[in-house]
Each structure stands twice: as C-alpha cells, then as structure tokens.
C-alpha cells in the first residue's frame, strides 16, 4: 500500500487528532483548501481510525473516477465508483440497465457488509433521482 507510511503519519500530528476529536460528536465535516491528495489522505486516515464509511461526491464522473482510483492505493478494502444514470427523469431514451445494475449492486453491498472499510465515490448527479426510503429497500432487496 502505497500511502500506507503517509497516513500513519497524519495519525500522528496534532491537528489529526484534533479534527478525529471534532468528528466524534458531528455527523460529517468538510474539508476545504487542499489539494484531492490531501483531502484523501485526511479523510481517510479519520475514516478509518474511527470505523466509519468514506463518501466522495465529486462535480463529475471523471473526478469521481479519480477519487475512487486514489482512494484503492489508500489503504481501503472495497471502493466503488456510484454512476450517475446519464438521462434525466422526463427523457424518454431507455436507461442504460448496466448502470442501474451497478448501482442496486452498490446498493445490496452496502446493506450486506461492515461499513468500516467502505469508499464510496459518486457525483451529484448520480444521488439526485429519488431512492427508496431505507426501510422499503431493506424489505424488498435480496
């Protein structure tokens, strides 16, 4: 693992452990002023020192991809890379069933396994069409 060295490093420094403290009692925080690299190895030093999952929304699918190949030489065990489906809700073209299978894929993996070890890369895009609630999926998916 490439970065392996770099983020036990992070895990060192003081203003490490000060935002793992600030992520203790908030639900989410954000990064702002550095650089993918940075950001990456922060939140993923963070994420994986308190067991929790790690969620990219990037502004396009190329940086989504970006994200998700950083974050395999990061030290995660299951990344995936959430497409976005390409056509809007009132378009008529049929919608390509290969991303709708990745996605219920994500989906079921997300539901069937820990959450410790998991990135998720995505865009706004792909989060925008209506889910089904938890509870509803939870009953009808395998």
């Not at 490490?16 to 922060?42: P, Q």
């Not at 190949?69 to 390509?96: G, H, K, R, S």
Request: net charge positive.
């Amino acid at each position: 693992m490439p970065f392996r060295s770099v983020i036990q490093k992070i895990a060192q420094a003081p203003l490490s452990i000060k935002i793992g403290e600030k992520l203790k009692t908030a639900k989410s925080i954000s990064l702002s002023g550095l650089s993918r690299l940075g950001k990456g190895l922060i939140s993923s030093h963070l994420c994986q020192q308190q067991s929790k999952p790690l969620l990219i929304i990037a502004a396009t699918v190329e940086e989504a991809t970006r994200w998700a190949l950083q974050l395999q030489a990061m030290n995660w065990e299951n990344v995936y890379l959430y497409p976005p489906i390409d056509n809007l809700p009132y378009e008529t073209v049929p919608i390509d069933l290969e991303t709708t299978w990745t996605q219920i894929e994500i989906l079921a993996e997300l539901r069937s396994q820990p959450q410790s070890n998991l990135a998720i890369a995505t865009t706004v895009n792909a989060l925008q069409p209506h889910l089904p609630s938890v509870k509803v999926f939870k009953t009808t998916a395998l």
